[in-house]
């Protein structure tokens, strides 16, 4: 019964004229979203590139130079575009695109992309995952409002359950054909994206099967999204007398759930948990360092003055050791201050993305009211976009931040015996400085960081299905 | 029926239903928690910039007390070796928050609106380290009224009206109200005022509760008359949906029809059109890279900082009248700092001009646009009004980096030199301030469109009423 009911739905839907403009113009929004996707990021990861090449040139290029004054210029950490950004670009251009990675100062990532776009384009996110979030529930909901209340209405409904159907079949029959066309155009965009990032990334070494990886991930979670949306569209379609209603209850829900909600949970979210201003972080932050400045004859600064010694030369030294070794004392006490002043650099910045992360768990709350939050996070999780990408990438920035101005104060400790003369290293000697080499953090990562948004979305995905079929289970008015 | 009947009649079918009661709750609650988001936003704003000048003052106060104090020393007082250096000194600079800001947050919180002014930094870093906003709230756009009522004040309009004959026509009484000899046409459009009133009504009453309430602690200077512009661009808007809606529902479908006519004009009005008229004139003429001019920076650093002797002799040479103070405690590293960053900022000028450039010729597209999309219009106009458009920030960006190139030449031979500014120098120095773009001209951009959608909506008005005489109740 099944199959003939699914059957007669696709054979409706698809001498309905409407039905067809409908995916035609849905098709084409896909298709925009990601021409767009696909020249920003591939245009960015370019550029990103180029950057890289260019900063490695002029570093190398500085010719004789005291290392200190290189600890300044120092390199720029840039961050590559993430894995799925042609997908869902999330929150990559309203972060920084490069750390600069300066000794003494542990810098934002500077240059948000969002900066140079018009304004016009922050009233609503164009990405595939932007037009995925705000149409698949439009399209399901103009497939499905009538899909029962039109029966009843024109008293077919009637028929077809004396026929011998049961309204549990019905339901399913009607909730798998409009599932299926709805999923259709998921498979549709996320398979392309899929196929055009391998293009973003051909420079890269994202691994084939972390892609993969990916794109069933996001096929799964916007499929059981999808799934919600149907199976409340056909509880609606079944609870209210006429179809009209059933669809201005839905647009209702459709303005509510994923127009509103998402815009006003973040809004809500940062004035619970509001960002510092600037001013403010690096007011606290001097306020910080400066107490936190030990006594040079203090018996914390001293060992950390000798692990420094013996970090640069690489072995263990004895009390007359050290002080018999002709070292620039200038350089161990700027590589002492850059050891104690990294640990409140961490704890600021952990403070400032624990800010971030409580802000997350504020709408996750508020996904209560709508799984578009939850399904937001998710996708911009799994698409390597999130804020937790971000503070993956500020980390690893800092470590290496660390290492470079370790190796510059070292050169420095070393080859500065402290005379007259500023110390100059030769020009061959930048080459020396570790590069930068950044990898994503893996999938595994993102799904561990996501299990409650995860939860959320199947939460409501059986919540509504559970609900749909109880309907079936005689409790509708025919 | 007298006009009061017709009024309590509308109105009791309106409310009668709880679901549309209930949109109509949650849109109202929309708009004042939009004013209160401003509100807040804005008060971080400011509170950013007194804090923010605060600061500067009180390291400004410093330097001068060292200045004054170098000045009438006999030798004998230790002071820092940078004593009056011209380097030192940074000024405050901020965007001045227009009176009805907490309107619209436009691109407030993503764009510099403070920041010091000082010669150690180069343009690039002249605003920098400000980057710490909830980038999900950056990325959802941060809510303000504007905002409510860009996205939500159409829909409401669509779900009070598109049934103003159809509701009628689907329950087949419409042929038995034309039977009684009612005059459609009137009929018809006390329908679509009357609803059409009920909504902006509300939303103006309660932009007003807003506006009053907001204003507490700020400068009301203006503050109405801006609203009373700010509320004709939303009345204006709110009538355009109204004819819409009217042009629509003229048609004599069916309700379900019209819903779909209407909600796909809303899709396309209020985002695909800006969405895509967004890429396509940031595809079209795309901004140099940050990063690119980044890496031009640091190129020219580099190389200046390898040929400095040779850029000191081209410096003394556009500078005959130049004495370097031999006995000078300031480090050469402070007239090295000032020849790299000058010669930064001036080997980076044309990437920074291509960048306006590009910025210039994205506006000229998207005013194009601002014809075919009464959202797009009317979001520039509210933020123009308020202040927060993206044109104003850039301009501050653009005031700070050229007050910051005149105090360099003022100063420039002073710290190539070696000697230390007077007090007096210092003091005659003008402090940074923003100069603002007359509201005339700002709106005055913005209201070509709004004349042709007004025209347009003239045009629809024809339509519909030649589509209501085709309507008979045999027909309907």
Known sequence: MNKAIIAKEFTEIVRDGRAIVLFGIVGLLLLLGL????????????????????????????????????????????KPVAPFSAFDPGVSAYVGQVVWLEGHYRNPAMFRAAEDATELGRLENFSLAGVLILIIPLLVILLGYGSIA??????????????????????????????????????????????????????????LTDLFLRSVSLLFVYGLYTAFVTATTLFISAIVQEAKNSLLILLGLWTVMVVSLPRLSASIAEKVYPSPQSSEFWEAMDVRLSENRLDSSSAEYVAAERVVIERAFGKKLTESEIENLAINTRGVRLEVSEVIDSEIYTAAYAELFKNYANQKNFRRLLSIFSPTIALQHLSQAFSGTDVNAHEHFSN?????????????NEELIINDSGENLRYLAPPEFWETVPEFEYEYPALEIAWRQSGADFFIVLAWALFSTVGMFWLGKGRLEV | MNAFDFMRYEWKLQFSS????????????????????????????????????????????????????????????DLPSLTGSAMDVIFASSLPQEPLSDFSIGQSDLLPFFGEISLKNPNIRLFSKYEFADPIGLALGNFDISKA?????????????????????????????????????????????????????????????????????????????????????????GAFWSVLIAVIASFNRSGEFNVLTLLGFWVGLTLIVP????????????????????????????????????????????????????????????????????????????????????????????????????????????????GTSGRRHNSYIMQARAFKANYAQLVGPNVMGKKPISAEFFENVPDFGFKEEPLGMRLGRGLKPIVFLLLIGLGLTMITNRQLMKISPVSS
Not at chain 2, 193 to 220: D, E, H, K, P, Q
Request: proline share 3%; aromatic share 12%.
């Open chain 1, 150 to 207: 039109k029966e009843r209405e024109q008293g077919t409904l009637r028929q077809i359950i004396s026929s011998g159907t049961s309204l549990r079949s019905l339901l399913l029959g009607k909730f798998i054909t409009v599932f299926s066309i709805s999923f259709a155009f998921l498979v549709f965009s996320i398979v392309l994206a899929a196929v055009t990032s391998l293009f973003v990334f051909e420079a890269s070494s994202q691994p």
């Open chain 1, 396 to 408: 690893e920035a800092e470590r290496q931040r660390n290492k470079i101005v370790r190796v510059l």
């Open chain 1, 35 to 78: 021409v767009t996707g696909f020249s920003t990021e591939s245009t960015r990861s370019q550029t990103v590139f180029d950057a890289k090449v260019a900063d490695a040139e002029v570093f190398n290029a500085q010719g004789a130079k005291n290392p200190h004054s290189a600890a300044h210029f120092s390199r720029m950490a840039h």
């Open chain 2, 149 to 237: 009522v860009l996205l939500f004040l159409p829909l409401i309009l669509i779900i009070f009206s598109f049934d103003v004959t159809s509701a009628d026509r689907d329950s087949k009484r419409l042929g038995l109200i034309l039977l009684q000899g009612i005059n459609l046409r009137n009929f018809f459009w006390r329908r679509i005022l009357f609803r059409a009133l009920i909504v902006i009504g509300v939303t103006c009453a309660s932009a007003f509760a807003v506006m009053i309430y907001n204003a507490a602690g700020v400068t009301s200077d203006g503050r109405f008359a801006i609203f009373v512009v700010w509320m004709t661009f939303v009345v204006f808007y």
């Open chain 2, 18 to 77: 709880r679901a549309v009661f209930l949109v109509f709750l949650v849109f109202v609650s929309t708009l004042i928690y939009g004013g209160f988001a401003g509100k807040a936003e804005r008060d971080a704003r400011n509170a950013a910039i007194e804090n923010h000048y605060r600061s500067v003052s009180t390291t400004m106060d410093s330097w001068l007390e060292d200045l004054r104090t170098l000045e009438q020393d006999d030798g004998s007082i």
């Open chain 2, 275 to 386: 969405a895509t008229s967004s890429s396509l004139a940031e595809s079209l003429y795309p901004t140099p890279s940050r990063l690119t001019y980044l890496a031009e920076a640091r190129e020219v650093e580099n190389e200046t900082r390898l040929s400095e002797p040779d850029v000191v002799n081209e410096f003394m040479l556009d500078h005959p009248e130049l004495l370097v103070d031999l006995e000078s405690q300031f480090p050469d590293y402070v007239s090295s700092a000032f020849l790299v960053t000058s010669t930064v900022d001036e080997a980076t000028g044309p990437i920074i001009s291509s960048f306006e450039e590009a910025l210039g010729r994205r506006e000229e597209l998207l005013d194009v646009f601002k014809y075919f999309s009464p959202t797009i219009a009317v979001h520039s106009l509210f933020n123009e009004v308020t």
